[in-house]
């Protein structure tokens, strides 16, 4: 088999960049082809080709550079003679062409079909008006790019029934992977601390309530904010982005204590989902990574119910799917989840492996 990997682009952090190492790790040998690489230390040692939009401005606003992704897949050259596309898609990388290759076969692993897109009223970027005007169009070529007879596998089955409401096409589910044999191999994650985020631990309240995320509207951490409020917790929150102002304001204006962690160490993280009385998680996700993380530590998740986060936490055995995260909903939730043992949490993690993730995709293209 010769097989070269395709992606969208690549950031320093993030499910689909999981995604792309681990498909590194199961083709070390194969080139990846991607529009712009933002976080090349991630990628060192690997033959990464990026299109003609990484030297241009549009690499810094997707919106912007959104007309251009179609006719660039369209035309990828190829760096040998590949019989297989391995392609991680969650804009339009499975528009993927190679018109020296054409027989190629495409293996697209489906992050979710454009989400601004096809999902607008769960991703707030398909409000932005070029978006939401140009929509039609963008969901009839993506259609049609989808009908090209491709292969397809969903990261959940959440995203399986959206990509069949969406293009018609039928999906095998292969689940995402976490790094739970790392996170399982440490009981105490305190222990493993450097001192500057160990001093970061005990300037914290004694018991809180988590919340971590990109800081952007679609993820929900007011209602983590809110949940705090009403079991009557300080709230810690971890993450970065555009929405941390506006944050800091509700949490003031709630009357919450709340404590702004900014990015924090992968260490420090896993330290916090041990020691929180609980690690909350509103968003609606195709998959959620995070969620499975914290139970692989071994702290109490609670999450909404649904999207595929419901597929991941089981509700009363390894976290709580909550109905809602204000009030008495709220305090039903937490004396739930601090009952449950941490071993099924644990136990729940294991199932989403990298290693099973691995087996799973290279038996789903043959290898």
Known sequence: ???????????????????????????PLAPVHTLWNDAPDRTAGVDVRESWLSRTPLRRSKALALPFFDPTWRNVRAVGVPDTLLVSSYVFAHHIRMPKVPEARKYVYVHSPARYIWAPD??????????????????????????????FASNSQFVRERVERSWGVESTVIYPPVDTEKILGTVDWVDCLSSEDEGQLRRLPDEFVLGASRLVAYKGLDSVIDFAKSVGLPVVIVGIGPDGSRLKEYAASSGVRAVF???????????????TVAFVFPPIEDFGI???????????????????????????????????????EAREALDLAVRLDPANAKERA??????????????????
């Not at 970027?125 to 009908?147: E, M, Q, T, V």
């Not at 976290?319 to 809602?324: D, E, I, N, P, R």
């Open 261 to 275: 962690l900014g990015e924090v160490s992968d260490t420090l993280l896993l330290a916090l989902y041990q020691r």
């Open 350 to 367: 294991g199932r989403f492996s990298q290693g099973r993730f691995i087996d799973a995709l290279t038996s789903w293209v043959g290898a």
């Open 1 to 27: 088999m010769s097989l070269e990997i395709v992606c969208e682009w690549i950031e320093r952090t993030g499910g689909a960049e999981r995604v792309l190492e681990a498909m590194i790790e199961a083709f």
């Open 122 to 151: 769960i991703d707030p970027r398909g409000r932005n008006p070029f978006i939401r005007l140009s929509a039609p169009y963008w969901k009839r070529l993506d259609r049609r790019r989808a009908s090209e007879g491709s292969f």
């Open 290 to 328: 995070m969620p499975v993380e914290a139970m692989a530590a071994g702290g109490r998740v609670i999450v909404a119910r649904h999207g595929g986060v419901i597929e991941t936490v089981e509700h009363g055995v390894s976290g709580v799917q909550a109905s809602g995260f204000n009030g008495s």
